[in-house]
């Protein structure tokens, strides 16, 4: 009995160092792209997701600024996308991007928004082939209905101070 548990930790370990130990050549990239619909450039329970968007992951070479790889891909019904990025992107600089939102009411690009970056080397410590991107927006022209409450409830800032500048 005592010989199969060394035998069988015995395995468990060279298991977890064949893992740590992987090369991966090829990266996902997994994110969600909503409309921001109280122009607070962050999710929230008034935000929604856009099916259809279209994002843009591109490497450019940290010396030269010559892109190195580039793909493009759309959210599906979720607002969900992932992309493939093949190889080891160390020496550079890899950002998701939004490229189109099918919703015309939805199609404002923010310019602090418009992009992430995400690390695309197998040299960071990371021993999973999938990289998580915060979320991307684009935002309606006016805030929707419901925002200020939620802005109150949230309380991020003193509403009162709005009223005050109208009189």
């Known amino acids: 009995m005592a010989?199969?548990?060394?035998?069988?930790?015995?395995?468990?370990?060279?298991?977890?160092?064949?893992?740590?130990?992987?090369?991966?050549?090829?990266?996902?990239?997994?994110?969600?792209?909503?409309?921001?619909?109280c122009r607070l450039g962050f999710v929230t329970s008034l935000s929604d997701t856009i099916e259809g968007a279209t994002v843009r992951l591109a490497c450019r070479d940290i010396?030269?600024?010559?892109?190195?790889?580039?793909?493009?891909?759309?959210?599906?019904?979720?607002?969900?996308?992932?992309?493939?990025v093949e190889g080891d992107h160390e020496n550079d600089i890899c950002e998701v991007s939004l490229v189109n939102s099918p919703r015309e009411d939805c199609k404002e690009i923010v310019p602090e928004f418009i992009t992430n970056r995400i690390?695309?080397?197998?040299?960071?410590?990371?021993?999973n082939?999938?990289?998580?991107?915060?979320?991307?927006?684009?935002?309606?022209?006016?805030?929707?209905?419901?925002?200020?409450?939620?802005?109150?409830?949230m309380e991020l800032v003193d509403l009162s101070i709005l009223d005050n500048e109208k009189n």
């Open 3 to 37: 010989k199969a548990i060394v035998l069988l930790s015995a395995l468990c370990v060279l298991a977890i160092a064949n893992f740590a130990a992987a090369d991966f050549e090829v990266f996902d990239v997994e994110g969600k792209v909503f409309c921001d619909t």
């Open 63 to 84: 010396v030269t600024n010559n892109v190195t790889f580039s793909t493009e891909g759309k959210t599906d019904n979720a607002g969900k996308y992932t992309l493939t």
């Open 119 to 127: 690390v695309c080397s197998k040299n960071v410590g990371m021993h």
């Open 129 to 153: 082939a999938v990289r998580f991107v915060n979320p991307l927006f684009f935002r309606k022209s006016k805030p929707i209905d419901g925002c200020k409450e939620l802005i109150e409830q």
